[in-house]
């Protein structure tokens, strides 16, 4: 087991960071979708605080990842074309940027509604402004638009895989599965 990148995989660590992350964001999205609908109550209120405290984790992780990577090899592109490559390199930068966005404007938006919240009911975090509709509202309108504009990109990022997996044939996909298959 490879716990650090080399020049042709990624290591465990980011590995574990990458799919990890991935299943914990799609299922906060997946909440924060459906969970508007919901009647006014204790489960709203808890399916509310569940997203909310996922957002939180969210946050840790993208900064740990990201220091992660900054003390990191990164793999070099599979990929031959240097357009490519420079759009793969931007889209996962773009990434961690986009992501501290729907993170901290849903923070926002819920510290101008509600003020501190409870995080998994271990520690309180505290409010990023003052309570206040207008800022509440367009925090909201960040939130919303810059999580679905991070959805498509996780859409391009996923074709682009399954592009280098079924088409080029290369370990692009392997290299980020687990298991040795790169090396
Ligand atoms: C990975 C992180 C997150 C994802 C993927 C995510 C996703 C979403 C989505 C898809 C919606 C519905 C938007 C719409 O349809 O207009 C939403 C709403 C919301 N999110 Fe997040 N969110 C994240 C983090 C956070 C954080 C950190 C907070 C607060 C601390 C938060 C608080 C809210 C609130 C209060 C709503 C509004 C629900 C409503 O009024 O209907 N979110 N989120
Ligand atoms: C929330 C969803 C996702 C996010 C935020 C995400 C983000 C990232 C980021 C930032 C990287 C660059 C490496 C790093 O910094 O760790 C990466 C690489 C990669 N991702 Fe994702 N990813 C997501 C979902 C997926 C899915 C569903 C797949 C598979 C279909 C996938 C396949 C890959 C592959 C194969 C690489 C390696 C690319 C290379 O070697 O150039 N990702 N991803």
Redesign the pocket.
Known sequence: MIIKNTLSSYGFVSKNFHWIMALI?LF??TL??F??DLDKGPLRFFI?NF??S???L??VLIILRFLWRLVNLVPTPLSQNNLLNKLSKFVHYFFYFI?LV??FS??T??SA?GGP?NVFGLFSVPALVEKNEEIGKIA?DI??IS?YI?IAFVALHILATLYHHYFLKDKTLKRMWFGNSAD
């Open positions: 964001i906060n999205f924060g979708y969970m508007g509310f997203h909310k996922i957002g939180i969210v946050i992501l729907v993170t849903g923070w938006y819920s509604r919240f909201r939130h919303s999580v991070f």
